[in-house]
Protein backbone atom coordinates (compact mmCIF):
# COMPACT_ATOMS: atom_id res chain seq x y z
CA UNK A 1 0.00 0.00 0.00
CA UNK A 2 1.56 3.39 -0.84
CA UNK A 3 0.92 6.35 0.92
CA UNK A 4 -2.48 7.98 -1.17
CA UNK A 5 -4.03 4.54 -1.18
CA UNK A 6 -3.67 4.28 2.89
CA UNK A 7 -5.34 7.99 2.94
CA UNK A 8 -8.04 7.04 0.47
CA UNK A 9 -8.95 4.23 2.49
CA UNK A 10 -9.18 5.67 5.69
CA UNK A 11 -6.86 8.16 7.12
CA UNK A 12 -7.36 11.79 6.11
CA UNK A 13 -5.06 13.84 8.97
CA UNK A 14 -2.17 16.00 8.11
CA UNK A 15 -0.53 14.48 11.56
CA UNK A 16 -0.54 11.00 10.36
CA UNK A 17 0.97 12.11 7.47
CA UNK A 18 3.55 14.08 9.30
CA UNK A 19 3.87 10.90 11.29
CA UNK A 20 4.36 8.71 8.22
CA UNK A 21 7.00 11.12 6.50
CA UNK A 22 8.87 11.24 9.65
CA UNK A 23 9.00 7.49 10.14
CA UNK A 24 10.16 7.07 7.14
CA UNK A 25 12.94 9.73 7.11
CA UNK A 26 14.24 7.92 10.48
CA UNK A 27 14.46 4.60 8.54
CA UNK A 28 16.12 5.77 5.06
CA UNK A 29 18.78 8.00 7.67
CA UNK A 30 19.44 4.85 9.89
CA UNK A 31 20.13 3.01 7.04
CA UNK A 32 22.24 5.69 5.50
CA UNK A 33 24.47 5.99 8.87
CA UNK A 34 24.90 1.60 8.91
CA UNK A 35 26.51 2.28 4.74
CA UNK A 36 29.20 4.98 6.15
CA UNK A 37 30.03 2.95 9.16
CA UNK A 38 30.54 0.09 7.38
CA UNK A 39 32.24 1.66 4.28
CA UNK A 40 34.59 3.35 6.77
CA UNK A 41 34.98 -0.04 8.87
CA UNK A 42 35.85 -1.77 5.47
CA UNK A 43 37.78 0.95 3.76
CA UNK A 44 39.49 3.50 6.63
CA UNK A 45 37.22 6.33 4.83
CA UNK A 46 33.96 7.98 5.11
CA UNK A 47 32.13 8.87 2.23
CA UNK A 48 29.24 10.77 3.62
CA UNK A 49 30.27 14.47 5.13
CA UNK A 50 26.78 15.16 6.87
CA UNK A 51 23.43 13.71 6.52
CA UNK A 52 20.97 16.74 6.73
CA UNK A 53 16.52 15.39 7.09
CA UNK A 54 14.26 18.10 6.78
CA UNK A 55 10.32 17.93 5.94
CA UNK A 56 8.69 20.23 3.44
CA UNK A 57 7.29 22.97 5.12
CA UNK A 58 3.37 23.58 4.96
CA UNK A 59 3.90 26.89 2.68
CA UNK A 60 6.37 25.16 0.63
CA UNK A 61 4.02 22.16 -0.11
CA UNK A 62 1.20 24.74 -1.22
CA UNK A 63 3.70 26.46 -3.26
CA UNK A 64 4.83 23.59 -5.26
CA UNK A 65 1.03 22.23 -5.55
CA UNK A 66 0.02 25.62 -7.20
CA UNK A 67 2.97 25.74 -9.69
CA UNK A 68 1.39 22.01 -10.58
CA UNK A 69 -2.33 23.19 -10.87
CA UNK A 70 -3.33 21.07 -8.30
CA UNK A 71 -5.33 21.84 -5.49
CA UNK A 72 -4.55 22.04 -1.70
CA UNK A 73 -5.42 18.44 -0.45
CA UNK A 74 -4.00 16.05 1.50
CA UNK A 75 -4.34 13.33 -1.45
CA UNK A 76 -2.95 15.90 -3.85
CA UNK A 77 0.17 16.63 -1.44
CA UNK A 78 0.48 13.14 -1.06
CA UNK A 79 0.40 11.94 -5.00
CA UNK A 80 1.93 14.81 -6.30
CA UNK A 81 4.97 16.31 -4.61
CA UNK A 82 7.64 14.20 -4.20
CA UNK A 83 10.13 15.57 -1.77
CA UNK A 84 8.06 16.28 1.33
CA UNK A 85 10.79 13.91 3.48
CA UNK A 86 14.05 15.28 1.85
CA UNK A 87 17.66 13.80 3.33
CA UNK A 88 20.39 15.55 2.07
CA UNK A 89 23.60 13.21 1.70
CA UNK A 90 26.82 15.80 1.63
CA UNK A 91 30.17 14.34 0.71
CA UNK A 92 33.78 15.29 0.29
CA UNK A 93 34.26 14.34 -3.88
CA UNK A 94 31.90 13.80 -6.94
CA UNK A 95 33.17 9.70 -7.01
CA UNK A 96 31.38 9.82 -3.36
CA UNK A 97 28.30 10.95 -5.18
CA UNK A 98 28.29 7.96 -7.56
CA UNK A 99 29.63 5.57 -5.06
CA UNK A 100 26.58 6.19 -2.37
CA UNK A 101 24.11 6.38 -5.22
CA UNK A 102 24.89 2.68 -6.28
CA UNK A 103 25.09 1.88 -2.63
CA UNK A 104 21.46 2.65 -2.21
CA UNK A 105 19.77 1.42 -5.08
CA UNK A 106 21.30 -2.11 -4.19
CA UNK A 107 19.58 -1.76 -0.68
CA UNK A 108 16.74 -4.55 -1.60
CA UNK A 109 14.12 -2.78 1.11
CA UNK A 110 14.20 0.46 -0.80
CA UNK A 111 12.45 0.68 -4.17
CA UNK A 112 14.04 3.57 -6.40
CA UNK A 113 10.97 5.23 -8.19
CA UNK A 114 13.53 7.77 -10.13
CA UNK A 115 16.80 9.34 -10.78
CA UNK A 116 17.63 12.73 -11.59
CA UNK A 117 21.09 13.69 -12.40
CA UNK A 118 21.63 17.18 -12.28
CA UNK A 119 25.57 16.58 -12.17
CA UNK A 120 25.56 15.25 -15.67
CA UNK A 121 23.14 17.68 -16.59
CA UNK A 122 22.84 20.74 -14.43
CA UNK A 123 19.69 22.96 -14.43
CA UNK A 124 19.51 26.12 -16.01
CA UNK A 125 20.29 27.79 -12.54
CA UNK A 126 24.12 26.07 -12.41
CA UNK A 127 22.04 23.79 -10.17
CA UNK A 128 24.29 20.40 -9.55
CA UNK A 129 22.81 17.58 -7.34
CA UNK A 130 21.74 13.89 -7.44
CA UNK A 131 18.51 13.15 -7.16
CA UNK A 132 16.62 9.59 -6.32
CA UNK A 133 13.08 9.26 -5.43
CA UNK A 134 12.82 6.61 -3.24
CA UNK A 135 10.04 4.89 -1.61
CA UNK A 136 10.70 2.61 1.78
CA UNK A 137 8.08 0.22 2.95
CA UNK A 138 7.22 1.76 6.80
CA UNK A 139 5.57 -1.01 9.18
CA UNK A 140 2.47 -0.06 11.10
CA UNK A 141 0.57 -2.45 13.74
CA UNK A 142 -1.70 -3.63 10.89
CA UNK A 143 -0.30 -2.39 7.55
CA UNK A 144 2.94 -1.53 5.28
CA UNK A 145 2.89 1.78 3.63
CA UNK A 146 5.52 2.43 1.32
CA UNK A 147 6.82 6.03 1.85
CA UNK A 148 8.47 8.40 -0.52
CA UNK A 149 11.56 9.89 0.36
CA UNK A 150 13.88 12.28 -2.18
CA UNK A 151 17.51 11.97 -1.82
CA UNK A 152 19.58 14.79 -2.73
CA UNK A 153 23.43 13.86 -2.91
CA UNK A 154 25.79 16.36 -4.20
CA UNK A 155 29.90 17.55 -2.64
CA UNK A 156 30.50 20.24 0.08
CA UNK A 157 31.14 22.52 -2.41
CA UNK A 158 28.03 22.17 -4.48
CA UNK A 159 25.91 22.69 -1.26
CA UNK A 160 27.56 25.76 -0.30
CA UNK A 161 26.32 26.86 -3.75
CA UNK A 162 22.76 25.64 -3.46
CA UNK A 163 21.97 26.93 -0.04
CA UNK A 164 23.36 30.20 -0.71
CA UNK A 165 21.63 30.37 -4.30
CA UNK A 166 18.34 29.34 -2.24
CA UNK A 167 18.69 32.07 -0.19
CA UNK A 168 19.52 35.01 -2.59
CA UNK A 169 16.51 33.05 -5.12
CA UNK A 170 13.82 33.54 -2.45
CA UNK A 171 14.81 37.31 -1.58
CA UNK A 172 13.80 37.90 -5.46
CA UNK A 173 11.06 35.53 -4.97
CA UNK A 174 12.43 33.83 -8.09
CA UNK A 175 12.71 36.93 -10.45
CA UNK A 176 16.06 37.80 -9.83
CA UNK A 177 17.79 40.46 -12.08
CA UNK A 178 19.52 38.74 -15.37
CA UNK A 179 23.06 39.81 -14.12
CA UNK A 180 22.40 38.55 -10.39
CA UNK A 181 21.40 34.61 -12.55
CA UNK A 182 24.14 35.48 -14.86
CA UNK A 183 26.81 35.38 -12.04
CA UNK A 184 25.25 32.84 -9.71
CA UNK A 185 25.51 30.57 -13.10
CA UNK A 186 29.64 31.82 -13.04
CA UNK A 187 30.01 30.92 -9.17
CA UNK A 188 28.75 27.04 -10.43
CA UNK A 189 31.18 27.08 -12.89
CA UNK A 190 33.78 27.89 -10.35
CA UNK A 191 32.61 25.41 -7.93
CA UNK A 192 32.32 21.96 -10.68
CA UNK A 193 36.31 23.61 -11.68
CA UNK A 194 36.89 23.38 -7.67
CA UNK A 195 35.41 19.70 -7.13
CA UNK A 196 37.03 18.48 -10.28
CA UNK A 197 40.67 19.89 -8.72
CA UNK A 198 39.65 18.26 -5.15
CA UNK A 199 39.14 15.26 -7.01
CA UNK A 200 42.29 15.05 -9.03
CA UNK A 201 44.22 16.42 -5.79
CA UNK A 202 42.74 13.76 -3.70
CA UNK A 203 43.46 11.01 -6.55
CA UNK A 204 47.42 12.20 -6.51
CA UNK A 205 47.31 11.62 -2.81
CA UNK A 206 46.36 8.79 -2.81
CA UNK A 207 48.68 7.43 -5.63
CA UNK A 208 51.62 9.15 -3.84
CA UNK A 209 50.70 7.06 -0.47
CA UNK A 210 50.28 3.44 -2.14
CA UNK A 211 53.52 4.16 -3.73
CA UNK A 212 55.03 5.35 -0.33
CA UNK A 213 53.97 2.60 1.34
CA UNK A 214 54.80 -0.08 -1.55
CA UNK A 215 58.63 1.38 -1.44
CA UNK A 216 58.41 1.08 2.61
CA UNK A 217 57.47 -2.68 2.14
CA UNK A 218 60.37 -3.10 -0.45
CA UNK A 219 62.67 -1.82 1.89
CA UNK A 220 61.40 -4.15 4.87
CA UNK A 221 61.88 -7.08 3.06
CA UNK A 222 65.71 -6.21 1.50
P1 LIG B 1 13.16 23.19 -0.81
O1 LIG B 1 13.06 24.42 0.00
O2 LIG B 1 14.57 22.63 -0.85
O3 LIG B 1 12.16 22.16 -0.47
P2 LIG B 1 9.50 17.03 -8.62
O4 LIG B 1 9.90 17.04 -7.14
O5 LIG B 1 10.19 15.98 -9.43
O6 LIG B 1 8.01 16.97 -8.79
P3 LIG B 1 10.93 19.48 -8.86
O7 LIG B 1 10.50 20.21 -7.65
O8 LIG B 1 11.28 20.36 -10.03
O9 LIG B 1 9.90 18.42 -9.29
O10 LIG B 1 12.12 18.52 -8.48
P4 LIG B 1 13.64 18.72 -8.49
O11 LIG B 1 14.13 19.38 -9.69
O12 LIG B 1 14.16 17.34 -8.21
O13 LIG B 1 13.93 19.75 -7.30
C1 LIG B 1 13.54 19.53 -6.01
C2 LIG B 1 14.49 20.18 -5.02
O14 LIG B 1 15.82 20.26 -5.56
C3 LIG B 1 14.18 21.63 -4.70
O15 LIG B 1 13.17 21.69 -3.74
C4 LIG B 1 15.52 22.11 -4.15
O16 LIG B 1 15.78 21.59 -2.86
C5 LIG B 1 16.48 21.46 -5.12
N1 LIG B 1 16.67 22.33 -6.30
C6 LIG B 1 16.22 22.10 -7.55
N2 LIG B 1 16.60 23.08 -8.37
C7 LIG B 1 17.33 23.95 -7.64
C8 LIG B 1 18.01 25.19 -7.94
O17 LIG B 1 18.04 25.69 -9.07
N3 LIG B 1 18.65 25.80 -6.88
C9 LIG B 1 18.67 25.29 -5.63
N4 LIG B 1 19.33 25.95 -4.68
N5 LIG B 1 18.02 24.13 -5.31
C10 LIG B 1 17.35 23.48 -6.30
P5 LIG B 1 12.31 23.04 -3.55
O18 LIG B 1 10.90 22.63 -3.36
O19 LIG B 1 12.54 24.00 -4.67
O20 LIG B 1 12.88 23.72 -2.28
Redesign the pocket.
Known amino acids: MDTAEMIREDIDSWETVIFLYNAALKEVNTKLEILNDEFRHIHKYNPIEYIKTRI?SPE?IVK?LKRYGYEDSIENMVSYV??IA?VRLVCSFTSDIYRLAEMIGKQSDLTVVSV?DYIKHP?E?G?KSF?MLVTVPIFLSDRVVDTKVEI?IRTIAMDFW?SL??KIYYKFEGNAPEYISRELREAAGIVSNLDEKMLQLNKAILEAKASQEKAEKGYEYN
Do not use: L, P, R
Open positions: KSKNDGKKSYHQAEH
